[in-house]
């Protein structure tokens, strides 16, 4: 008997012919995709150029591990049809999308009305994306599904903008810590943002293990993630009590401790000129809306560089230029996806504020 092929290996053979178009068969579903040959990410010194067969051949190794990130969250995408020198522009509402796509209605104040978002939960989904020039995917931190510590909650996420709130979709699974620094390396030209080098990373990295024994000491687990840029993304994984702005106040408290502790290392301003020489801790990020990048997302860095959960114990060995699309998969097929148990791992903040307070 011949060995029935996993939807994976199917595409990767698919993947493999030479034609610059074709239509994938996945798993029941069919994507047509083209300009399979074109440059997304420029040839960088012995690498030659990253086309998008190649983002569709990397999204498709690492989708056992990326899709459950993904699965049940609102997301929108940054795409990039000419590649990362070419112009790009963030979709969130998708009005027309291919039958294999789920989507979810919820009401956007800024449109006034209801739109359209994506949820990206199979294969064909993922790689739809990638065809449309979708390199960035940045799904919410909250979900619509209710199971398991959100029972009870709404899933009315239309109508108005009480709605929402009341929703599940108001209830975020973590809280974040974006850490960017604004310590230059003296190469960028005028208005440049910061460029990665391996002073500021290691800036970087020094106060995320601080803020990871700082939360150590509370009896808080945080898991870690380069940015795939040049900053580090820290996640406190909750139990669905808080809403969004109770989430935003937590990740403030401990940003300014952060800046009391660390003046001269630390900053919260807003202004871009005010943040130089210093770490950027934006708490912010932790609104209904906002996102960062998905773990094992690639990034717009011209070795194609993916945003890379790691254990706090490889932190010191890491720079974020050895997670790319040509390496990632390999380490996940030998290591496996540290951030597998993040949702196993919620903490109840609530039980422990009250513990605290009685105690």
């Not at 569709?56 to 590649?83: A, E, I, K, N």
């Not at 065809?131 to 599904?145: K, T």
């Not at 310590?183 to 990373?201: D, I, M, N």
């Amino acid at each position: 008997m011949s060995q029935v092929s996993s939807p994976v290996d199917s595409v990767l053979e698919q993947l493999d012919a030479r034609e610059t178009k074709m239509v994938l068969a996945i798993d029941g579903a069919e994507l047509p995709v083209t300009n399979l040959d074109k440059a997304l990410w420029p040839a960088a010194g012995r690498n030659r150029a990253l086309t998008k067969r190649d983002l569709l051949r990397y999204l498709t190794r690492v989708s056992p591990w990326l899709l459950p990130h993904l699965r049940g969250r609102p997301m929108f995408t940054t795409r990039y049809p000419d590649g990362i020198a070419g112009k790009s522009f963030y979709q969130k509402h998708w009005e027309n999308r291919p039958p294999f796509a789920r989507t979810v209605s919820i009401y956007s104040s800024h449109n006034e009305g209801d739109g359209s978002y994506l949820i990206c939960e199979n294969l064909p989904t993922l790689l739809f994306l990638a065809q449309m020039g979708g390199l960035e995917l940045h799904p919410w931190f909250s979900r619509v599904d209710t199971a398991p510590d959100a029972r009870g909650r709404s899933k009315k996420f239309t109508g108005s903008e009480a709605n929402l709130e009341r929703s599940v979709l108001n209830y975020p699974d973590f809280v974040v810590f974006d850490l960017d620094p604004y310590l230059y390396s003296g190469r960028e030209a005028k208005g440049e943002e910061p460029e990665l080098h391996r002073k500021a990373f290691k800036q970087t990295r020094d106060l995320a293990l601080r803020l990871r024994d700082l939360l150590g000491s509370l009896e808080l687990q945080v898991f870690v993630k380069t940015s795939g840029r040049t900053g580090l993304h820290l996640y406190l994984p909750i139990v669905r009590k808080f809403d969004y702005d109770a989430a935003r106040s937590i990740a403030e408290t401990i940003g300014r401790y952060a800046l009391q502790q660390w003046p001269t290392e630390v900053t919260l301003e807003w202004a871009v000129v005010r943040r130089t020489g210093k770490i950027f801790f934006d708490y912010n990020q932790n609104s209904r809306g906002k996102s960062l990048s998905s773990i094992l997302c690639p990034r717009r860095h011209p070795l194609g560089t993916v945003s890379m959960p790691v254990q706090w114990d490889e932190l010191e060995r890491i720079y974020p230029t050895d997670f790319t699309l040509r390496t990632v998969p390999g380490i996940l097929e030998q290591q496996g996806d540290p951030w597998a148990d993040i949702l196993t791992s919620k903490q109840d903040l609530g039980a422990m504020l009250e513990q605290r307070s009685a105690g």
